[in-house]
């Protein structure tokens, strides 16, 4: 199986040496993201909900990089500064992956890496077949 590094232009991965997705056959994982802008600004600062729409909408993006979609996610872990803020984050989980239920977990933390971005998310995805992923039990 062949790894492909993604990143999402954001300086400090080229000045680390992260990736913000690894795909590793039909396997891609997406590492902790937050709602950091092209310029350096937090988008949606004081509102969990644009936060986290605007991380997950981030998130699709670069799985389509790699061939997924949203049907292909299998986990979401969410790291909140505030647990009170789980439900308008949940609001913008399920206006993307309500109908294919991937897991769900959401951990309260007491800070990230600046004191105004409310949630950082992490996301796993496996590529299966149209006819794998039929049927729920």
Aim: hydrophobic share 40%; net charge neutral.
């Amino acid at each position: 199986m062949s790894r492909i590094n993604y990143s999402s232009g954001a300086p400090l991965e080229e000045k680390v040496g992260y990736s913000r997705m690894v795909q590793i056959g039909n396997l891609i994982m997406i590492g902790g993201t937050t709602s950091v802008q092209a310029d350096g600004s937090v988008y949606g600062e004081g509102d969990p909900y644009a936060q986290a729409k605007f991380i997950f909408e981030k998130q699709v993006k670069l799985l389509a990089k790699a061939g997924a979609k949203p049907k292909d996610v299998v986990k979401i872990m969410v790291y909140a500064t505030h647990m009170s803020d789980c439900g308008e984050i949940s609001r913008a989980y399920s206006e993307i992956f309500k109908e294919f239920r991937p897991l769900f977990t959401a951990v309260g933390t007491p800070e990230l890496n600046r004191p105004s971005q409310l949630c950082e998310i992490e996301m796993t995805a496996i590529i299966i077949s149209s006819a794998e992923s039929e049927g729920a039990k």
